[in-house]
C-alpha cells in the first residue's frame, strides 16, 4: 500500500515537473526566474506538455500504455536537457556576465522593468509565508478529509472520461461538449503510469496539488506587480488561507471542477509570462506565454476565453496609458519586435499546427463559438447580484478588494513609478471579469455569470492585500502607536474570524463515505448483471454520488437514463423537456409512466432507499433484485 | 545554506506528502469494506431467471446473525433459515423452492430487506 503512494508522487513530480523545468532550463540564463517561480511555471509548462505529448501520441496511433506514456514522457524531459548541452546551443545562449550586462543595460533605465525586478524573501517574509502555508494545507487537509471518498458530481463526470481513455488506451470520441481532453488527460497518465484506481483518493489530492501550484503562482504574480512580499504572502493569505474553501478553492479541490482549478493556475501563469515579456522585452518569455495559451486552450474553455479578454484588454490600457508619452513608438516598436521574433512565432506555430493536424477540442465547432457569441438570454447568463456575489468573496475580502480597486486606479493614475504593465494587467484582470460578471451584455457573451464572477476571486484577494497593506501603513505612520495597534488587532481578528467562518460554512457534517460505498457496490453489481442493450434509469435527485454510476459501465456518458431536480422539467419556452425520466421513477404505473418505460425500454431503476421505491414495491411491473441501506434496485418485470 | 525561496518549496513539497499520504490511507480505510461501516446488502444471484437464489454482503463490520424467509405468492411462508457472517464475508444462498418462491426476506439486527421476483398477487406489507 505504502508502496502504491510512493509512486503516486514520484509520478506526480516526474511528470509534472520535469518536463517543464528542462524547457525552463533551456532558457535559464535569459529567464531570470526565482525559484518559486521555477516551480509554478515548471508545472504549468509541464501540463501543456503531458497534454500535447499525448495528443501526439493519439494521432500517431500509438496505445496509451504506460510503458508508451512513460517513455513518451522521459523523452519529453530529456531532450531540452540534452539540447541545452549542445555546443551551438550554449553560445546562443547569453553567457553568466554577459546576461547581467544586458539586463542591467536593459533594465535601467526602464521604469517599468525595474518594477519588475525580483526582489528577495528576508527572514520575517519567509518565517509568514511558511506559517500561512502551514496553516493552508492543515485547514484544506481536514476540509478534504470529511470528504475523501470519491463521490462529487464533476469529479465523477471527468473521472469517467479519463477511466474510458485508460481503459481504450486512446482518446475517447467525446459525445459531449461539455468536458474538454485536456481535463482528463493528467489523471490518465498518473492512472495508466502508477496503476492506481481512478476511484480513490489520487484525483482529489492531484487537484489539491495543482491548487496549491495555483495560489503559489499568485504570490508570484504579486511579488512582481506590487514588489512587496506583505502584499504577496496576503493575497496568498485571502486566497488559500482566509477563505481557503470557498469557491474556486478547496470547494472546487474536492469537488473535482478540474478545469477552474487548471484556470486558476494558467492565468496567473500566462499573466506573469506575459507581464516579463513586455517589461523585459523577452521572447523566450512570449513563447512561453503562448505555450502556456495552448496548455489550457486544451483543458478549459471559459478560461481561455477570459484571458484572452484579459490579455486584449490589458494591451488596451497599456497602449492608452502610453499613449501620450514619447516613448510610446518605441514601445509599441519593441512589443511587435518581441512577438515577431523567432520563439513566439515558433510558439504560433506549434499551437496552429497542434489545431490543424493534432486535435481540434470538441468545444471548437460552429456552434459552440456562436452560442457563446451572442446576448445572454438565460437568467443564470445575465450578471450575478452584489448580494450574491458579497455572499461567496466573502464580506471582508469583496470590500477590500473593491476598495483596493479604486485606490489603486488612482495611486496608479498619479504615481508615475507604478508599472504601467502591471497596473494594465491587474485592472484589465478586475474590470474585465467585473464586467463579464455582472454586466456580460457590455461584450454580448453568452457565459454563466457565476462562474465567470468565481475567477474574479483572485484579482480581488491581490488587490485587498494591497488594501489591507495600504491600511497598515497609513495606521503605523498617522495615528499613535497604542491605538494603531488595538485597531490593527481588531482589523485581523474580523479578516481571521469572517475568513475562518466562511470556510467553516462548507465542511460537510457528515462524511459521505458510507453512502457513496454503497452505491459503488450497487453500480459494480448491475454491472455485472447487465449487458449494453439494458437500459437503465438513476435517480440524480437523491443519489449521493451518482455521476460515479457510470464508471462501473464505461457504455457512454450519457449511457444512463438520468431523474434529475425538479425545477429542470419546468419548460417555460414549452421547447419539449423530456419529463419521461421523472414520470418514471415517481409514478411507474401511472399511463404516462407505463407508456415512458414502453417507449424508453427501461428494464432497471436504481434508486435512493425509501425515497420514492414505495411504488415500486408495491407494483406488479417491478421486482426487487438489490437492496443495501442506501441503493435499492429494481427489475421491470412486464413489457407491457 | 540553501535560499528563503528554496526552503518554501521545500516546506511545500514536505506538507503536500504529508498531506497526501494522510488522504490517501483515509480513504483507503473508508473503502474497506470489513471495516466498522455498518451496511448490509442483498441481492438476486441471477436477476435474469425466474430463480430466486441470493447473496448476502456483511459490511457491518461485526458478526452479523441474518435470518431469511422464503415466500410464495400467498404470502405463506416456504422456510426460514439463519446464517451467521463474519466481517466483510459474503455468501450466497440456493432457495429449494425454486419455481414457488416470489419473496425473500432478511432480517438482521432488527432491519428487514427483501427481495422480489415475478408478479406477486400479494403485496409486501
Redesign the interface.
Known sequence: ?FIE?IK??TTFAAVFFLPGFSLLYLFRRSLKL???EY?VLSAGVSISVVNLVILALNKLGWPFTAGNLANALFLAAALPFVFSTFPSWKTFLPDKKSAKEDDKTETEPESTTKDFSVI????A??VS??VL??IL?LV??RF??TD??PNNTDLGHHMYWAEIMRTEQKIPNYDTDEVIVGEHIPFMVVAAITKISLL???P??ML??FN?LGI?AIYALALRIFRSHFIAWTSLAFTGVLYAISAPMGKFVVGGVVGNIFGNLFIPLIILTFLLSISNKKSEMLCLSIFLLQGIFYIHHLSTFLLVFIIAGSLLIYGVANIERKSFREKAGNLLKTALSPLPLLAVALFLFTLGYVYIPSYISEDSVTTVAQAPTKDTHLGISLNSFIASTGDWRAALGLMGLIIYVYAASKNRSFSRAGTAAMLSWTLVLLLLGFYPQAFMVDLPSRRVANYLVVPLSILAAYSLALILKTMRSGIERRLASAVMLTLGLSLFLNGYADSLSYYVPQ?Q??SA??VY??SA?LAE?TTEEDIILKDHANITADSWIKFFFLRGYNYLLTRTFDYKYLDPDNSGRETCTREMTIAPDSREGLSCYQKTKTGYVFLKKDYDNFLF??S?NF????????IV?Y?R??TS | MPGYNTLIITAIAVFGFFAGLYLFVLEKREQDSSRNMHWSAVYLIDPESSNMNFALENHEGKEMLYVYTIFNKDNNVLSKAEIKLSPGEKKEIEISYPESAVRVQINYNGQEKNLTTKNTVNKIP
Open positions: 500500500m503512494y503516486f508522487f526565482t525559484t518559486i516551480l528577495p524573501m528576508n527572514k517574509a519567509f509565508g511558511l502555508l502551514a494545507f484544506v487537509t478534504l478529509a475523501i471518498v480513490s483518493a489520487f482529489v489530492i489539491f496539488f496549491v503559489m462524511s463515505a458510507k460505498v454503497q457496490h450497487a453489481y448483471k414495491d408495491a406488479d421486482g426487487k433484485i438489490y437492496e443495501n441501506d442506501f434496485i427489475k418485470l412486464k
